[in-house]
């Protein structure tokens, strides 16, 4: 049999295959309940425990008075001296309590040295500890992976129970066309790819702070 005989075989089996109908296993899977059990805690107790179980740093504020507060006392205590953030609307609160700390540098030599990266994110989810970020966020794909410390201001708001609600938020702010790549942080980063042994900070940050404003995003 010639190669071309046999090339034009599979392709008729091919042909023929995507024309039978599969019954699927489970053809009402999208319109169940949620597969894990239901919690009863708020979903801002929620992600704070998944999120500090995985050795992430949570801190609650009533609203953006005591956010400046906390992260003043934070960058006091771990003496931080340059952190990086390109969010405007953060900016505008760092400016307006006197950070002098925080630069908006893009500069690549500059951020190589900086003590963390500050950004907002798309959500957060509840269930699983999870940071959702975009590209399409001012911090795109460079702040949230790049800086050794990733710090993460967010609002109540942004708290949502699953991984299928956050991109449905994404969805829903971005109806034009999704952002190119959608990055789900789950804790600082980790792998054991070397004997099996645990390492953190690899891969992206070894340390993450989440603050979580009980207020509307500013």
Same mark, same amino acid.
């Given at each position: ?11 008729? !089996? ?12 489970? #053809? ?48 006091? +205590? ?48 509840? !269930? ?12 795109? !794909?460079?702040?949230? %992976? ?6 993460? %201001? ?15 938020? %994404? ?13 789900? +942080?789950?804790? #600082? ?30």
């Amino acid at each position: 049999m010639k190669v071309s005989d046999a090339k034009e075989q599979i392709l008729k !089996r091919i042909r023929k295959g995507l024309n039978h109908k599969v019954q699927q296993p489970f #053809p009402n899977i999208d319109g169940q309940t949620s597969v894990y059990s239901s919690n009863h805690q708020s979903l801002e107790v929620q992600f704070a425990k998944s999120f500090t179980d995985l050795g992430g740093y949570f801190v609650y504020c009533d609203d953006v008075t005591e956010f400046v507060a906390n992260f003043k006392n934070l960058i006091a +205590e771990k003496k931080w001296e340059n952190l990086i953030c390109w969010d405007e609307s953060l900016l505008k609160i760092f400016a307006a309590h006197n950070f002098e700390t925080i630069h908006n540098t893009k500069n690549i030599a500059a951020i190589e040295p900086c003590d963390a990266g500050i950004t907002t994110c798309e959500s957060l989810v509840a !269930r699983t500890g999870t940071i959702t970020l975009s590209s399409k966020q001012q911090s795109g !794909r460079v702040l949230g %992976i790049y800086p050794p410390i990733h710090i993460v %201001i967010a609002f109540s708001e942004q708290v949502v129970n699953d991984l299928k609600d956050s991109l449905t938020l %994404i969805k829903q702010k971005y109806p034009e066309q999704i952002p190119s790549l959608i990055n789900f +942080e789950t804790g #600082p980063s980790r792998t054991a790819d070397i004997e099996k042994t645990l390492v953190v900070g690899v891969h992206g940050p070894k340390e993450v702070f989440v603050f979580l404003i009980d207020d509307a995003i500013a």
